[in-house]
T-cell receptor, first 115, second 111 residues
Framework: ETGVTQSPTHLIKTRGQQVTLRCSSQSGHNTVSWYQQALGQGPQFIFQYYREEENGRGNFPPRFSGLQFPNYSSELNVNALELDDSALYLC??????????????FGPGTRLTVT | GENVEQHPSTLSVQEGDSAVIKCTYSDSASNYFPWYKQELGKRPQLIIDIRSNVGEKKDQRIAVTLNKTAKHFSLHITETQPEDSAVYFCASTGANSKLTFGKGITLSVRP
């Protein structure tokens, strides 16, 4: 198992609500990437944070936003939830700014259900 | 942007046989290619990776090969065991350094 943790494990929200998901990176890792994994699909890159700043973004609307804290933990915020936001949300931590070139280790994920 | 495709979508092998999973990518600037194994209800687990300056890498029963000219890379599992049954994802980084994943392949190892 990796040292990456996520909370909560499961979450049920209503359409239009807002949600905050949390991720603690592995010791020694300063970069956190967030992914959305729909059922039966591969993870889709949402964005990446390095040194508390967004360092790359995938094809997701602005209602998906994030933060990284001085201890390198991170939050993913989603506003105005839609039914299609139902998915497993994974964070992955890695060393260095160019995380795409280095090993990324995933947390267990947060299963979000929007009704 | 980068596009990663995996073929086939499912693969069934007899225990002890070899399994080969192939992926293609579109961005010639891609330089890092990891493989992840995801068991049902669990997190994706990095099992092996390869960088663009290497053609092959091996770790016990698992190996990965990379053909930059053809823009494809493959995962090879020898002496398959029932515990190898899982969904396997290939991924690559394009010029913007984000990981792009394939859709995954479900490997079933028949005892």
């Amino acid at each position: 198992e990796t040292g990456v943790t996520q909370s909560p494990t499961h979450l049920i929200k209503t359409r239009g609500q807002q949600v905050t998901l949390r991720c603690s990176s592995q010791s020694g890792h300063n970069t956190v990437s967030w992914y959305q994994q729909a059922l039966g699909q591969g993870p889709q890159f949402i964005f990446q944070y390095y040194r508390e700043e967004e360092n790359g973004r995938g094809n997701f609307p602005p209602r998906f936003s994030g933060l990284q804290f001085p201890n390198y933990s991170s939050e993913l915020n989603v506003n105005a939830l839609e039914l299609d936001d139902s998915a497993l949300y994974l964070c992955a931590s890695s060393r260095g700014g160019l995380a795409g070139e280095r090993e990324q280790y995933f947390g267990p994920g947060t299963r979000l259900t929007v009704t | 942007g980068e596009n990663v495709e995996q073929h086939p979508s499912t693969l069934s092998v007899q225990e002890g046989d070899s399994a080969v999973i192939k992926c293609t990518y579109s961005d010639s600037a891609s330089n890092y290619f990891p493989w992840y194994k995801q068991e049902l209800g669990k997190r994706p687990q990095l099992i092996i990776d390869i960088r663009s300056n290497v053609g092959e890498k091996k770790d016990q029963r698992i190996a990965v090969t990379l053909n930059k000219t053809a823009k494809h890379f493959s995962l090879h599992i020898t002496e398959t065991q029932p515990e190898d049954s899982a969904v396997y994802f290939c991924a690559s980084t394009g010029a913007n350094s984000k990981l792009t994943f394939g859709k995954g392949i479900t490997l079933s190892v028949r005892p």
